[in-house]
Protein backbone atom coordinates (compact mmCIF):
# COMPACT_ATOMS: atom_id res chain seq x y z
CA UNK A 1 0.00 0.00 0.00
CA UNK A 2 3.01 2.26 0.59
CA UNK A 3 3.49 2.71 -3.14
CA UNK A 4 0.05 3.47 -4.10
CA UNK A 5 -0.56 5.73 -1.46
CA UNK A 6 2.43 7.35 -2.28
CA UNK A 7 1.91 7.57 -5.98
CA UNK A 8 -1.73 8.51 -5.22
CA UNK A 9 -0.02 11.87 -2.97
CA UNK A 10 1.85 12.63 -6.31
CA UNK A 11 -1.04 12.79 -8.12
CA UNK A 12 -2.87 15.34 -5.98
CA UNK A 13 0.13 17.07 -5.52
CA UNK A 14 0.27 17.29 -9.64
CA UNK A 15 -3.03 19.67 -9.26
CA UNK A 16 -5.98 19.74 -11.69
CA UNK A 17 -3.70 19.00 -14.99
CA UNK A 18 -3.05 15.46 -13.48
CA UNK A 19 -6.95 14.23 -14.72
CA UNK A 20 -7.04 15.15 -18.55
CA UNK A 21 -3.58 13.32 -17.95
CA UNK A 22 -4.58 10.33 -16.50
CA UNK A 23 -7.04 9.95 -19.30
CA UNK A 24 -4.79 10.55 -21.71
CA UNK A 25 -2.73 7.56 -20.04
CA UNK A 26 -5.66 5.30 -20.01
CA UNK A 27 -6.04 5.90 -23.63
CA UNK A 28 -3.03 5.28 -24.68
CA UNK A 29 -2.75 1.84 -23.06
CA UNK A 30 -6.17 0.79 -24.05
CA UNK A 31 -5.61 2.08 -27.96
CA UNK A 32 -2.20 -0.38 -27.36
CA UNK A 33 -4.04 -3.29 -25.97
CA UNK A 34 -6.88 -2.71 -28.39
CA UNK A 35 -4.77 -2.48 -31.38
CA UNK A 36 -2.29 -6.05 -30.14
CA UNK A 37 -5.43 -8.10 -29.64
CA UNK A 38 -6.85 -6.71 -33.42
CA UNK A 39 -3.76 -7.51 -35.23
CA UNK A 40 -3.04 -10.94 -33.34
CA UNK A 41 -6.44 -12.13 -34.38
CA UNK A 42 -7.25 -10.15 -38.09
CA UNK A 43 -3.66 -10.07 -39.80
CA UNK A 44 -2.32 -12.78 -41.36
CA UNK A 45 0.66 -13.73 -41.02
CA UNK A 46 4.18 -13.40 -43.50
CA UNK A 47 4.49 -17.40 -43.53
CA UNK A 48 0.75 -17.34 -44.72
CA UNK A 49 1.73 -15.10 -47.44
CA UNK A 50 4.91 -16.41 -48.92
CA UNK A 51 3.41 -19.89 -49.13
CA UNK A 52 -0.07 -18.67 -50.61
CA UNK A 53 2.46 -16.61 -53.05
CA UNK A 54 4.80 -19.42 -53.71
CA UNK A 55 1.17 -22.04 -54.48
CA UNK A 56 0.14 -18.98 -56.72
CA UNK A 57 3.25 -18.42 -58.96
CA UNK A 58 3.50 -22.38 -59.47
CA UNK A 59 -0.25 -21.84 -60.82
CA UNK A 60 -1.27 -24.47 -57.87
CA UNK A 61 -5.07 -22.74 -57.70
CA UNK A 62 -6.24 -25.08 -55.59
CA UNK A 63 -3.47 -25.81 -53.35
CA UNK A 64 -4.17 -22.10 -52.42
CA UNK A 65 -7.14 -22.04 -52.21
CA UNK A 66 -7.28 -24.49 -49.74
CA UNK A 67 -4.42 -23.07 -47.90
CA UNK A 68 -6.62 -19.72 -47.74
CA UNK A 69 -9.69 -21.01 -46.59
CA UNK A 70 -8.23 -23.42 -43.61
CA UNK A 71 -5.94 -19.96 -42.68
CA UNK A 72 -7.51 -16.67 -40.80
CA UNK A 73 -6.49 -12.98 -41.08
CA UNK A 74 -7.29 -10.49 -43.53
CA UNK A 75 -5.23 -12.02 -45.88
CA UNK A 76 -6.48 -15.09 -46.33
CA UNK A 77 -9.97 -14.02 -46.06
CA UNK A 78 -9.04 -11.73 -49.28
CA UNK A 79 -7.28 -14.46 -51.12
CA UNK A 80 -10.54 -16.43 -50.21
CA UNK A 81 -13.04 -13.92 -51.88
CA UNK A 82 -10.97 -13.35 -55.49
CA UNK A 83 -10.60 -17.26 -55.76
CA UNK A 84 -14.18 -17.83 -55.40
CA UNK A 85 -15.24 -15.49 -58.26
CA UNK A 86 -15.90 -17.68 -61.16
CA UNK A 87 -16.69 -15.56 -63.74
CA UNK A 88 -13.45 -13.64 -65.50
CA UNK A 89 -14.04 -10.21 -64.04
CA UNK A 90 -11.20 -8.85 -66.98
CA UNK A 91 -9.76 -5.80 -65.45
CA UNK A 92 -12.25 -5.31 -62.84
CA UNK A 93 -10.76 -7.76 -60.82
CA UNK A 94 -7.66 -5.77 -60.61
CA UNK A 95 -9.63 -2.84 -58.56
CA UNK A 96 -11.95 -5.51 -57.00
CA UNK A 97 -8.68 -6.97 -55.35
CA UNK A 98 -7.00 -3.77 -53.85
CA UNK A 99 -10.36 -2.32 -53.34
CA UNK A 100 -10.38 -5.23 -50.53
CA UNK A 101 -6.90 -4.97 -49.91
CA UNK A 102 -7.52 -1.14 -48.96
CA UNK A 103 -9.90 -1.59 -46.83
CA UNK A 104 -7.94 -4.35 -44.77
CA UNK A 105 -5.27 -1.65 -44.52
CA UNK A 106 -7.71 0.97 -43.32
CA UNK A 107 -9.03 -0.99 -40.53
CA UNK A 108 -5.39 -1.80 -39.29
CA UNK A 109 -4.79 1.81 -39.31
CA UNK A 110 -8.26 2.47 -37.07
CA UNK A 111 -7.08 4.61 -33.87
CA UNK A 112 -3.55 5.39 -35.02
CA UNK A 113 -4.39 9.07 -35.50
CA UNK A 114 -5.90 9.77 -32.21
CA UNK A 115 -2.81 7.61 -30.40
CA UNK A 116 -0.92 9.70 -32.08
CA UNK A 117 -2.87 13.00 -30.95
CA UNK A 118 -2.49 11.75 -27.89
CA UNK A 119 1.23 11.98 -27.71
CA UNK A 120 1.24 15.31 -29.00
CA UNK A 121 -1.24 16.34 -26.32
CA UNK A 122 0.43 14.54 -23.29
CA UNK A 123 3.46 16.68 -22.87
CA UNK A 124 1.39 19.58 -24.13
CA UNK A 125 -1.21 19.16 -20.67
CA UNK A 126 2.31 18.48 -18.88
CA UNK A 127 3.76 21.89 -19.85
CA UNK A 128 0.16 23.82 -19.18
CA UNK A 129 0.63 21.78 -15.51
CA UNK A 130 4.11 23.54 -15.25
CA UNK A 131 2.77 27.06 -16.02
CA UNK A 132 -0.05 27.29 -13.42
CA UNK A 133 2.48 25.60 -11.01
CA UNK A 134 5.05 28.19 -11.58
CA UNK A 135 1.77 30.74 -11.28
CA UNK A 136 1.15 29.16 -8.25
CA UNK A 137 4.35 29.56 -6.57
CA UNK A 138 4.57 33.11 -7.70
CA UNK A 139 1.65 34.28 -6.33
CA UNK A 140 2.95 32.39 -3.18
CA UNK A 141 5.80 34.92 -2.80
CA UNK A 142 3.80 37.59 -1.39
CA UNK A 143 2.84 34.90 0.96
CA UNK A 144 5.55 33.00 1.68
CA UNK A 145 5.83 34.35 5.61
CA UNK A 146 2.05 33.16 6.86
CA UNK A 147 2.60 30.25 4.36
CA UNK A 148 6.40 29.13 3.33
CA UNK A 149 5.40 25.72 2.01
CA UNK A 150 2.81 27.15 -0.80
CA UNK A 151 6.19 28.55 -3.00
CA UNK A 152 7.21 24.58 -2.92
CA UNK A 153 3.79 23.00 -3.49
CA UNK A 154 3.41 25.25 -6.44
CA UNK A 155 7.25 24.19 -7.93
CA UNK A 156 5.98 20.20 -6.95
CA UNK A 157 2.80 20.82 -9.59
CA UNK A 158 5.18 22.05 -12.02
CA UNK A 159 7.42 19.27 -11.78
CA UNK A 160 5.37 16.69 -11.47
CA UNK A 161 2.65 17.22 -14.46
CA UNK A 162 6.00 17.65 -16.94
CA UNK A 163 7.41 14.74 -15.79
CA UNK A 164 3.89 12.84 -16.05
CA UNK A 165 3.38 14.25 -19.40
CA UNK A 166 6.51 13.45 -21.20
CA UNK A 167 6.23 9.73 -19.65
CA UNK A 168 3.08 9.55 -21.50
CA UNK A 169 3.95 10.56 -24.35
CA UNK A 170 7.44 8.19 -24.52
CA UNK A 171 5.44 5.42 -23.46
CA UNK A 172 3.00 6.42 -26.47
CA UNK A 173 5.71 6.98 -28.71
CA UNK A 174 7.25 3.31 -28.39
CA UNK A 175 3.23 1.94 -29.00
CA UNK A 176 2.43 3.90 -32.02
CA UNK A 177 6.00 2.74 -33.10
CA UNK A 178 5.26 -0.79 -32.39
CA UNK A 179 1.63 -0.41 -34.11
CA UNK A 180 2.99 1.09 -37.45
CA UNK A 181 5.82 -1.67 -37.80
CA UNK A 182 3.02 -4.09 -37.60
CA UNK A 183 0.79 -1.93 -40.10
CA UNK A 184 4.03 -1.15 -42.62
CA UNK A 185 4.00 -5.21 -42.51
CA UNK A 186 0.50 -6.13 -42.84
CA UNK A 187 0.58 -3.58 -45.75
CA UNK A 188 3.08 -5.15 -47.94
CA UNK A 189 1.59 -8.77 -46.71
CA UNK A 190 -1.91 -7.85 -47.98
CA UNK A 191 -0.60 -5.49 -51.76
CA UNK A 192 1.72 -8.60 -52.15
CA UNK A 193 -1.23 -11.36 -52.08
CA UNK A 194 -3.56 -8.81 -53.99
CA UNK A 195 -0.68 -8.33 -56.84
CA UNK A 196 -0.01 -12.05 -57.00
CA UNK A 197 -4.01 -12.93 -57.12
CA UNK A 198 -4.75 -10.68 -59.77
CA UNK A 199 -1.20 -11.25 -62.18
CA UNK A 200 -1.91 -15.28 -62.19
CA UNK A 201 -5.89 -15.33 -62.14
CA UNK A 202 -5.58 -12.86 -64.98
CA UNK A 203 -2.42 -14.72 -66.61
CA UNK A 204 -4.36 -18.37 -66.30
CA UNK A 205 -8.07 -16.64 -67.71
CA UNK A 206 -5.43 -15.34 -70.95
CA UNK A 207 -4.36 -18.73 -71.62
CA UNK A 208 -7.77 -20.35 -71.16
CA UNK A 209 -6.80 -22.31 -68.82
CA UNK A 210 -9.72 -21.56 -65.94
Same mark, same amino acid.
Request: net charge negative; hydrophobic share 50%; charged share 20%.
Given at each position: ?????? !???????????????????????????? %??? =? =??????????????????? /?????????????? #? $?? $?????????????????????? !??? #??? %?? +??? /??????????? +?????????????? *??????? /?? &?? @??? &????????? *???????????? +???? $?????? =???? @?? #?? !????? =??? /?????? +???? #? &??? *???
Amino acid at each position: MGIFST !AFDYFLRGGPCMWPLLLCSVAVIAIGVE %RHL =Y =YKKALSDTGFVMEFCRLMN /AFDIEGAKELARGS #K $GD $GAQLATDILEIKEDMGKRLESI !AYA #KAD %RA +IEA /AEEHLDFLTVL +IGLAPMLGLLGTIT *GMISSFN /AL &NE @RVQ &NPMAVTAGI *GEALITTVFGLS +IAII $GMCIHA =YLSG @RV #KI !ASLNI =YEL /ASVLVD +IIQA #K &NAG *GKL
